[in-house]
């Protein structure tokens, strides 16, 4: 899950409350026990893989933990035989571990009877090399640790050199923002060419800081947070793509210990060593696999995104590639209603660009046919939540402020999958919370004007006293160090630990379990695939065929 598109999150409580039940489809509900959240009552395996799954109950009974399980471990395997350009295990858009994993999707689609095709699309791909370094050579030597002293900015570059304050640094700190270091030429007075700059974070951009310091000669630029409440930690800043020297962001603590040590005119020495690949025309692929039965003019999308960021990516989201791989398969006999279209987007986590350009280039027609999507997006988060998406209701997972504004038009249809969602966590004893779609692929269908609900389970921090209340577990980290509040493991650079021990395999049994559940009403559903007029109601955007990737997480000033 792409946190709101690479902007910064917020941390206030709010809670959605559910809605009222799904007004009926073709079937009658059929909800299951709670022995269904386990994998007590599944179906034999050898029954689920010659029978016809044609009501939702016999496609929850074949969701297994085992075959779940299974193409985590893959996927996984997929990682470690496909090491980045940093030299650990990855399944990064652009890189080989991504498309090994497109493949694999696509083999286990066509082995199942699905027609595939994987979609081409190309974006601006960066990458760092090895392990970015920051070392202190003189007077104190020392490493700094990457993740947790500094990040480093997107620009490749080497330099050793002494440090330099610039003018307009604020220490200590006020109480709200107010450090104007670097954002004036006149900053860098006096600077001696060659020098690595030192500058505090502040008023104005990171770009503008940057250029000044590279037209006074600077070999680097070492930005340290500025100190108020909120900005004291290692944070990763955006620049603008124009930078010619490599850029360090480091906290607070870091950048007042070395400026304690430029007194008396002169600065400590330091080395900067930053590596990457920098590939303004990357391939990246969607996979796409339609069912060979079903009306083609009623389409039903089942997604989730493949690539990952910062390596494995098993909680984000191989969870949610398995569980619809596992569906997909479950349903191979069953010939639906209406047309089914799972589809495994690429370069989610680099702001949806592979949902982007999948909905945005296809012809109105073509999008017409679209008329429900489901999205499933971190599905087993050790310390959970039970998310279900919802265009009116719902809120942003990592801010709890309200969603995105979605056409009025898609809110009613979306909450018949959303309401069989809640129905069938009810019948296993779990509570819910409702999220919006932001951050998931769910949000470019939603934008089109396509009804879209889903299910997500938490990622990174901070799970609410709130939550704690309905779901149980622990406030701070979904994942990663739990109970921890240091972000987990999912969107922290440099950690690498979103692998297979990132994930409960029970949440990822109950919870694929549910968004079966889902897809079993809508892919036979009448009233919302009826509802608007044929060839309509679908807002067509502009295409624009080069996608641009950017560093999750990362703030701008």
Request: glycine letters at 10%; charged letters at 15%; hydrophobic letters at 40%.
């Amino acid at each position: 899950m792409s946190p709101r598109h690479g902007r910064l999150r917020g941390r206030r409580l709010a809670l959605a409350i559910a809605a009222a039940v799904a007004t009926a489809t073709g079937f009658l509900p059929m909800l299951a026990s709670s022995a269904d959240a386990g994998t007590a009552s599944d179906a034999n395996p050898t029954a689920c893989a010659q029978r016809v799954n044609d009501t939702p109950q016999k496609l929850v009974d074949c969701v297994t933990r085992a075959d779940l399980w299974a193409h985590m471990v893959r996927f996984q395997q997929i990682a470690d035989a496909n090491p980045g350009a940093d030299g650990h295990p990855s399944r990064n858009s652009g890189e080989p571990g991504y498309k090994a994993s497109a493949d694999y999707v696509a083999d286990v689609m066509r082995a199942a009877g699905y027609d595939v095709t994987l979609q081409e699309y190309k974006f601006h791909y960066f990458s760092f090399v090895g392990t970015p370094v920051m070392n202190e050579v003189s007077p104190i030597p020392k490493s700094f640790v990457l993740g947790t002293d500094f990040n480093p900015g997107p620009v490749a570059g080497t330099a050793t050199a002494r440090l330099q304050p610039a003018g307009g640094i604020v220490v200590p700190a006020t109480p709200t923002p107010s450090s104007a270091s670097g954002c004036q030429a006149s900053d860098f007075a006096g600077f001696v060419p060659g020098n690595i700059a030192l500058i505090q974070r502040g008023t104005c951009t990171f770009s503008q800081k940057v250029a000044n310091a590279q037209a006074a000669g600077a070999t680097a630029a070492v930005i340290f947070n500025e100190g108020n409440p909120g900005r004291t930690g290692v944070f990763a800043g955006s620049l603008s793509g124009g930078e010619r020297i490599p850029v360090i962001f480091t906290s607070y603590a870091v950048g007042s210990q070395l400026l304690s040590q430029t007194t008396g005119g002169t600065g400590p020495i330091l080395t900067i060593d930053v590596k990457a690949i920098d590939d303004p025309n990357r391939s990246d692929w969607n996979v796409i696999a339609d069912s060979r039965g079903g009306d083609p003019n009623n389409i039903l999308v089942v997604d989730a995104h493949l690539d990952a960021i910062y390596g494995a990516g098993m909680l984000d989201n191989a969870s949610g590639s398995a569980a619809i791989l596992d569906i997909a398969q479950q349903l191979k006999n069953t010939n639906t209603r209406n047309k089914l279209r799972f589809i495994w987007f690429g370069g989610e986590e680099l702001g949806l660009l592979g949902s982007d350009y999948y909905v945005n280039t296809l012809s109105a027609d073509e999008l017409a046919k679209i008329k429900y999507d489901l999205d499933a997006d971190v599905l087993a988060t050790p310390n959970y939540v039970a998310g279900v998406l919802d265009p009116k209701d719902g809120v942003d997972l990592f801010s709890r402020n309200p969603g995105t504004p979605m056409p009025p038009s898609i809110w009613a249809p979306s909450a018949i999958a959303r309401d069989y969602g809640i129905d069938y966590l009810n019948s296993i004893g779990k509570n819910h919370i409702l999220f919006s779609a932001d951050g998931t692929d769910a949000f470019m269908f939603q934008l089109a004007g396509i009804p879209a609900s889903g299910v997500l389970t938490g990622q990174d921090c901070c799970k609410l006293a709130s939550d704690v209340a309905l779901f149980g577990g622990y406030t701070g980290n979904f994942e990663g160090t739990v109970p921890g509040d240091d972000g987990g493991c999912v969107d922290n650079p440099f950690r690498w630990c979103d692998n297979l021990s990132n994930n409960d395999p029970e949440v990822l049994t109950w919870m694929s379990k549910t968004f079966a559940y889902m897809v079993g009403h809508m892919a036979y559903d009448r009233q919302a695939f009826t509802s608007s007029p044929a060839n309509g109601g679908h807002a067509k955007k502009l295409s624009h065929p080069t996608r641009v990737g950017t560093l999750k997480g990362a703030v701008a000033s």
